[in-house]
């Protein structure tokens, strides 16, 4: 189904063309790229190729996420990694949320990908709704602007489709299911406080990849859209620290 509605300001996709190192970056469900922006500019700024696609039924309107599945959610991540992959020698990967989710399952799929870096990554959430009858709901309240800090909020649907939930807790079951394919090294982040995914996902994460390097860093003050919170700056940081070591990449290439 083509999208019918326009793209919202702020939530337009984010390619740059820089050296051979690419990273891929996914924003989260009802969300848009500029949940997702500061990192990648971040990243560009280093001198990374950097892919930050718009997940498709993302960005416009909520009832276009409604005649979504999690299949094109997945083709949207695939054909940015595709993007990348003419450019580039390495690939790391990136994302929030179910885009934290959707780049495990790049992973999963692509062994050749060289570092995944998911940031309150969904990955276990069958007690969403629970105790809710949704049967005779089309939409629940938004999720999105999980943000401490007051002065900031995110681009985001201001309803949920109750079907698209049911695409996405499906998403995570399936990348679940084949975590340990993932041997890459592993930066895992976590806010200490998220009121969206569960912070023991981050250990479900931790204890299911094969990957022989992984680390949990907790963020003790943002909220589930750390992107946008007050550790911004320690997950840049910390992330560039971390593609750099493992890429092994000079910015002059």
Same mark, same amino acid.
């Given at each position: 189904?083509?999208?019918?509605? @326009?793209? $919202? +300001? !702020?939530?337009?996709?984010? /390619?740059? *063309?820089?050296?051979? #190192? ?30 930050? @696609?718009? $997940? +498709? !039924?993302?960005?416009?309107? /909520?009832? *276009?996420?409604?005649? #979504? ?32 989710? $959707? ?151």
């Amino acid at each position: 189904m083509a999208e019918q509605y @326009p793209i $919202l +300001k !702020g939530a337009e996709p984010f /390619y740059f *063309e820089g050296n051979r #190192t690419g990273i891929l970056i996914s924003h989260g469900f009802t969300g848009t790229a500029q949940s997702m922006r500061p990192i990648a500019e971040a990243y560009a700024a280093k001198g990374y190729t950097v892919c930050l @696609p718009r $997940l +498709k !039924g993302h960005g416009t309107h /909520y009832e *276009e996420l409604e005649s #979504t599945a999690r299949g094109d959610w997945m083709a949207s991540v695939e054909e940015g990694y595709q993007w990348l992959k003419k450019r580039c020698d390495r690939i790391a990967v990136t994302g929030l949320s179910m885009g934290g989710t $959707l780049i495990l399952y790049l992973a999963e799929k692509h062994p050749e990908i060289e570092a995944v870096i998911p940031i309150n990554a969904a990955i276990d959430l069958e007690k969403m709704g629970a105790g809710k009858d949704l049967s005779n709901t089309r939409y629940m309240d938004a999720i999105g602007s999980d943000i401490k800090n007051p002065a900031v909020s995110e681009l985001a649907y201001e309803k949920t489709p109750v079907k698209s939930l049911m695409e996405l807790v499906s998403l995570t079951d399936e990348v679940r299911a084949e975590l340990s394919r993932i041997s890459c090294p592993a930066l895992i982040f976590v806010s200490e406080e998220d009121h969206v995914v569960p912070p023991d996902n981050a250990e479900v994460i931790y204890e299911g990849i094969s990957s022989e390097e992984k680390k949990i860093v907790t963020l003790q003050n943002s909220y589930h859209v750390a992107t946008l919170d007050f550790d911004q700056t320690l997950i840049i940081e910390e992330s560039l620290a971390f593609i750099e070591k493992v890429c092994s990449q000079t910015l002059h290439e």
